[in-house]
């Protein structure tokens, strides 16, 4: 059996621009759906509130095992986008690919952990990207470099 499991990242205005960002650093196809789009009573109240360009899911598919997905959280709807992580692990093989995406994902964000040896043996690090995301990435049995 394959199990994976998808972050989901939620955003008050800001999925659009944080996925499409996303694909410019991990690559992959993106697929946006808006409240528009929708239809329906959905889209009736997303215009009503000025958000029918909101996204409403939108999925980026990087690869087989990777797919982030978004959405943005109408004003309506209770509750606020929190703080969200996402984490990133690979074999020392795939370190290449993952220091990229750190590269990547480090335009403007607050770095709390540089990518370096962690005491564990693994390069490690964590940051806030500029969408307010934290982002752990784990390279498995790799040297900082």
């Known amino acids: 059996m394959a199990i994976n499991l998808n972050p989901y990242i939620n955003w008050r205005g800001q999925a659009r621009e944080a996925m499409e960002f996303y694909q410019s ?3 992959g196809e993106l ?10 009573t959905a889209a009736e109240v997303a215009a009503a509130e000025g958000e029918s360009d909101w996204v409403m899911h939108a999925a980026l598919s990087v690869s087989d095992s990777v797919l982030l997905m978004g959405a943005d959280h109408p004003k309506h ?12 692990s690979g074999p020392a093989e795939d370190g290449d690919t993952l220091r990229s995406w750190w590269e990547g994902l480090s335009d403007g ?22 969408y307010g995301v934290d982002w752990l990435v784990n390279i498995g049995g790799a040297q900082a470099g």
């Open 77 to 88: 709807v209770p509750g606020e986008p929190q703080t969200q992580q996402v984490s990133i």
């Open 109 to 130: 964000a607050t770095v709390m952990q540089p990518l370096e040896q962690a005491a564990w043996g693994d390069s490690f690090g964590m940051l806030r990207d500029k």
């Open 25 to 27: 650093v991990l690559g």
């Open 31 to 40: 697929n946006v759906m808006t409240f528009a789009d929708m239809g329906g």
